[in-house]
């Protein structure tokens, strides 16, 4: 009888998070289709400040979602897009009767016995579990990360969503297909909910950065506290580093360089992508380290894919069409043609931009959100004219690690010669 009884409660919770999330989501359709089927005039700016609330306050995946699909261009409208880059949880945290059931779950009913002191208010709250402060039986300060409940059911619901409004908006709007894309932001969520690999992710990387990069600092895992839904892990104190945006110039160009070496070193030579570049995710230490934390997403790449990336940027570089024309081919573009090759390029030089200048500079002049945004209409006008393209899985979380990356490293306003560092990183292949 208990099986049965199962699977009515997992349909209950589904069909509550569909209604949570679709009570939300719906207007999105409407607003689509009224103003493209209809001609109604809708102030899409206005909705989208709205919609970005409403994500706010959702917990679980969703809002992870629309981060995701803001940073692929033209997978959602302009407005929305510049909207949902900015989302952060407004949710409350869970309470302390959540708190108290779910450690038990996980360490047993004499879980208390386990720490010297364990706060069961949340330290941080976010899209897909909470964090609170701890002490072991040594006095070690610790960070212990509790996932909330079923959210595997409230990826499954969260998914069928974002499906509706990508189907309305592609009826429209030809220029991408996303439905790889949806598949690749499926299973990384899906991964982000096993502590147990992104525990393993940690290790990895502390590994592999600190024989090379020593001024990042990853936190050690204590895996006896650990368990699938409960990471515990190093306190790392630091402040988030867009609290030196006024520090003199030095001191942010010095972050910027290290943050850039952070996360594109790791790619290039290992095909490893930190795949959540979200600004709390970095801290700045006392001794000026990066913090570098949450390793939930991480995305492997193969060194076909990589070189490929890497032969596209010399193409750009040195002006050579029939590179690039194979590059773009063995990412997995069909159909190419010269009057594609041309759209694609002007999205590639925008996208490589700051790595193709061999000067100091920040990472975008004035200007560059709007002359991104310019471009990026323009090229998609042309993409949709063409008959659209299918772009790779592979460049969700690559795109979303330099929006993410160059979005840091604009408000920190940190000025680099960023085409010698990614020389200096592509001078080796990746060890594997």
């Not at 959702?58 to 809002?63: E, T, V």
């Not at 302009?78 to 909207?83: C, L, M, R, S």
């Not at 990069?213 to 600092?217: A, G, R, S």
């Not at 930190?274 to 995710?281: A, K, R, S, V």
């Given at each position: 009888?208990?099986e049965?009884?199962?699977d009515?409660m997992?349909?209950l919770?589904s ?5 949570d999330v679709?009570t939300?989501v ?7 289709g ?8 809708v102030n899409?700016?206005?909705y ?9 306050n ?6 992870k ?6 940073t692929?261009?033209d997978?959602?409208p ?6 949902f880059?900015t989302?952060q949880?407004?949710a409350p945290?869970m ?5 108290r059931r779910?450690m038990a ?5 004499n879980w208390?016995?386990?720490?010297q002191e ?12 909470q ?5 072991n039986k ?7 990360k ?8 409230a ?6 969503q974002v ?6 908006y592609h009826?429209f709007?030809?220029s991408i297909n ?8 499926s299973?990384?969520l ?6 147990v690999q992104e525990a ?11 024989h090379n ?5 990853i ?8 368990t699938q ?5 190093q ?10 945006v006024?520090?003199e ?9 290290k943050?850039f070496l952070?996360?594109y070193?790791?790619?290039y030579?290992f095909?490893?992508l ?8 970095y801290l ?11 390793f939930?997403?991480?995305r ?6 990589l ?9 750009l570089?040195d002006?050579?069409r ?12 069909t159909n ?6 041309d759209v694609l ?5 925008l ?8 000067r ?8 560059g959100?709007?002359?991104g945004w310019e471009i990026?209409?323009?090229?998609h006008?042309?993409l949709?004219e063409?008959g ?9 979380f690559?795109d979303?690690a330099a ?13 680099q ?6 020389e ?9």
């Open positions: 009888m208990l049965p009884q199962k009515m997992e349909q919770k069909l509550k998070r569909l209604f679709g939300t719906t207007g999105i359709g409407a607003r689509l009224a103003k493209e089927y209809l001609g109604v005039n899409d700016e206005i989208a400040q709205k919609l970005r609330h409403a994500f706010g959702l917990k679980g995946p969703f809002m979602m629309a981060q995701f699909l803001a692929i261009p997978a959602l302009q407005e929305f897009a510049k909207e880059l989302l949880s407004n945290s309470g302390e009767g959540f708190v779910r779950g996980e360490l047993g009913s208390r016995n386990s720490f364990f706060s069961l208010q949340a330290a941080y709250a976010a899209s897909l579990g964090v609170h402060q701890a002490f040594e006095g070690q300060r610790l960070a212990v509790l996932q909330y409940p079923d959210m595997e059911t990826i499954s619901a969260d998914l069928r499906n509706m409004i990508l189907g309305i009826s709007n030809k996303t439905q790889d894309i949806v598949n690749e932001i299973d990384r899906y991964e982000e909910l096993d502590y393993e992710n940690m290790e990895y990387f502390r590994s592999i950065l600190s990069l020593d001024f990042v600092e936190p050690k895992v204590y895996p006896e506290l650990s839904r409960l990471l515990t892990m306190w790392l104190e630091g402040n988030s580093i867009l609290k030196y006024d520090h110039q030095s001191l942010r160009n010095d972050l910027g360089k943050l952070a996360w070193w790791p790619l030579r095909g490893l930190h795949g959540d570049p979200h600004p709390g995710n700045v230490l006392n001794d000026k380290k990066i913090g570098l934390l949450d939930g997403c991480i492997k790449f193969e060194k076909t894919f070189q490929a990336v890497i032969d596209l940027y010399v193409a570089r002006n050579h029939d590179l690039a024309v194979d590059a773009y081919k063995r990412w997995g573009f190419i043609n010269n009057e594609l090759i390029n002007q999205w590639a030089k996208l490589y931009d700051p790595l193709l200048e061999d100091v500079r920040p990472i975008q002049d004035s200007r959100g709007k002359k990026a209409r323009k090229v006008k042309q949709h063409l659209g393209i299918k772009p790779p899985r592979e460049f969700v690559m979303r929006v993410g990356i160059g979005s840091v490293l604009m408000h920190l306003g940190a000025e010669n960023w085409h010698k560092l990614f200096e990183i592509i001078a080796k292949d990746y060890v594997r």
